[in-house]
């Protein structure tokens, strides 16, 4: 089993609608948890930290469910924008005195007019 | 600069050859990490530095492999005999270094690597 796994896609929705995406991680000593954004042949960029209680920013809200060993992206209000590969990842700690982050194979969106 | 800057934006090289890649971290950032992209897939880990410490080198794929970090600034990737299948996008980040669990990673452009 992957160390973190997320549904690759692509999800193809139409423009103002709502998408969720979910990433489970087999690690139940992960420590913290982030969403990454990486564009067509650019670099990922940080989108949000996820917390216990969940956290919202903007059309964005993030979810963690550490029972079930999964956390959780809704996009609200979808815009072309939005169009890019979302990384999951996973701090599972400090190993050998450094962090372990650990990254999903991404999912990808695709809003459409 | 403001942000991580990587060298060479693009190498092609033969394969057997060596190659190095450079890392300019964010100035102050204690933290730098090297990951891989092969097309279509995820980052694979490679090695993680803290100051000019390397903590985690689990991530390296053989022995061909090295990394070096000085002055707790720029580090350097040695791929050495290089192979078809080192070909990808090598990513390098860095973080602030200061909260250890909550660290957040601000990514150089790569460099593209393709062995001929």
């Known amino acids: 089993r992957k160390e973190v796994e997320q549904d690759p896609g692509p999800f193809n929705v139409p423009e103002g609608a709502t998408v969720a995406f979910n990433c489970t991680y087999s690690?139940?000593?992960?420590?913290?948890f982030f969403w990454y954004r990486q564009d067509c042949r650019k670099e990922p960029k940080l989108l949000m930290s996820?917390?216990?209680s969940g956290n919202e920013d903007g059309r964005f809200t993030a979810q963690l469910n550490r029972a079930s060993q999964y956390i959780s992206l809704l996009i609200r209000d979808s815009k072309l924008s939005d169009s890019a590969t979302y990384l999951c990842?996973?701090?599972?700690?400090?190993?050998?005195?450094?962090?372990?982050?650990?990254f999903g194979t991404g999912t990808q969106l695709k809003v459409e007019l | 600069g403001a942000g991580v800057s990587q060298s060479p934006s693009n190498k092609v090289t033969e394969k057997g050859k060596d190659v190095e890649l450079r890392c300019d971290p964010i100035s102050g950032h204690t933290a730098l990490y090297w990951y891989r992209q092969s097309l279509g897939q995820g980052l694979e880990f490679l090695i993680y530095f803290q100051g000019n410490s390397a903590p985690d080198k689990s991530g390296l794929p053989s022995d061909r492999f090295s990394a070096e970090r000085t002055g707790g600034s720029v580090s350097t990737l040695t791929i050495q005999r290089t192979q078809q299948e080192d070909s990808a996008v090598y990513l390098c980040a860095s973080s602030p270094g200061f909260e250890p669990l909550n660290e957040k990673l601000f990514f150089g452009s790569g460099t593209q690597l393709s062995v001929l």
């Open positions: 996820v917390y216990s």
């Open positions: 690690n139940s000593a992960s420590q913290s």
């Open positions: 990842v996973v701090n599972g700690g400090i190993t050998g005195g450094g962090n372990k982050l650990t």
